[in-house]
């Protein structure tokens, strides 16, 4: 599986932005998904994940309210919907994907390791 994250940019503080996380190689429509970051000097962080049918989101409580992690199976796609965007947004965002239902996991362990990884977008949020 390749993974492709797009749709990064600069943004104003209070902007909003969709980043798609597009796949390759083969479906991933049985695959949990997720978001995460990391910015500048910082480790990486979790930030969503959705379930293989796209039935449950989980989220950081940074981003609850804000983000909306949605996906579509017959396009091989996950998305990120990020609103109402801060400074503190800022960050390098990348896309996962895995076999295991690991999704619920990721809230309390986002260490979990996942399988696939695509390269990162950079969003920046100015102030």
């Known amino acids: 599986v390749q993974l492709q994250a797009s749709g990064g940019g600069l943004v104003q503080a209070g902007g909003s932005l969709r980043l798609s996380c597009a796949a390759s190689g083969r479906t991933v429509s049985t695959y949990d998904m997720a978001w995460f970051r990391q910015a500048p000097g910082k480790e990486r962080e979790f930030v969503a994940a959705i379930t293989w049918s796209g039935g449950t989101t989980y989220y950081v409580d940074s981003v609850k309210g804000r983000f909306t992690i949605s996906r579509d199976n017959a396009k091989n796609t996950m998305y990120l919907q990020m609103n109402s965007l801060k400074p503190e947004d800022t960050a390098v965002y990348y896309c996962?994907?895995?076999?295991?239902?690991?999704?619920?996991?990721?809230?309390?362990?986002?260490?979990?390791?996942?399988?696939?990884w695509g390269k990162g977008t950079l969003v920046t949020v100015s102030s």
């Open positions: 996962a994907a895995d076999s295991r239902l690991v999704a619920g996991a990721l809230v309390n362990n986002p260490g979990l390791g996942m399988d696939h």
